[in-house]
């Protein structure tokens, strides 16, 4: 079955460090995948998302490549600040209208 | 665009009540909405999927006369708590799709307290 697996958390960076976090998935078919971010207390907004091989989602200073090669969707950021502290999610969706999430991987970015 | 709201945000209530809690998608049609409930520090768990009109179908383990879910427009859903236990305690989300794509829109979350 379509599965992915997130780095494991928590991440904890000094402000202006570089973020990698990492995504793999395993599906059937051309899936879409998706990071979403929940700050506390708070639903999922959309971060970046790549449709189909070699797109590159991008936003906010957030970047993410669909390597269909390596099965990866690993989201980076060049320079991250205080208020990227947050909960990445990553997800996809193949065929179905059913999204299958990572776990979820935790960032805490220090002053 | 896209937006979906959440009524309540935050909710208390006393064991062996029923809470309402509403999911509209606020500039568009959603042909099919997502419940999902998130234990602390945990990800979503898809709870039910429902399309206007139409039964929820929901996931194993999930009690659909616990959780009763009502699609009865298409920007309006709402998941009923029945009889409520602190158990239930947690973070519902929903979300919507248009259906043009797989994509889904999420709600801020509801958090529910039972005491």
């Known amino acids: 079955g379509n599965s992915v697996t997130q780095m494991e958390g928590p991440v904890t960076l000094s402000e202006e460090a570089f973020l990698t976090i990492n995504c793999t998935y395993t599906?059937?078919?051309?899936?879409?995948l998706f990071w979403y971010v929940q700050y506390p207390g708070e639903g999922l907004q959309l971060l970046l998302k790549?449709?189909?091989?070699?797109d590159k989602g991008s936003n906010k200073g957030f970047e993410a490549t669909y390597r269909k090669e390596t099965t990866s969707f690993h989201l980076e950021k060049g320079s991250v600040q205080v208020s990227d502290s947050a909960v990445y999610f990553c997800a996809l969706t193949s065929g179905t209208y059913k999204y299958i999430f990572g776990t979820g991987t935790r960032l805490k970015v220090l002053a | 665009g896209a937006v979906v709201s959440q009524h309540p945000s935050r909710v208390i209530c006393k064991s062996g009540t029923s809470v309402k809690i509403e999911c509209r998608s606020l500039d568009f049609q959603a042909t099919t909405m997502f419940w999902y409930r998130q234990f602390p520090k945990q990800s979503l768990m898809l709870m039910a999927t429902s399309n206007e009109g139409s039964k929820a179908t929901y996931e194993q383990g999930v009690e659909k006369d616990k959780f009763l879910i009502n699609h009865a427009s298409l920007t309006l859903s709402t998941l009923t708590v029945t009889s409520a236990h602190p158990e239930d305690s947690s973070f519902y989300i929903c979300?919507?799709?248009?259906?043009?794509?797989?994509?889904?829109?999420f709600g801020p979350g509801t958090r529910l307290t039972v005491t």
């Open positions: 979300s919507a799709s248009t259906g043009t794509s797989y994509e889904q829109y």
């Open positions: 790549a449709t189909k091989a070699d």
């Open positions: 599906a059937t078919g051309y899936p879409s």
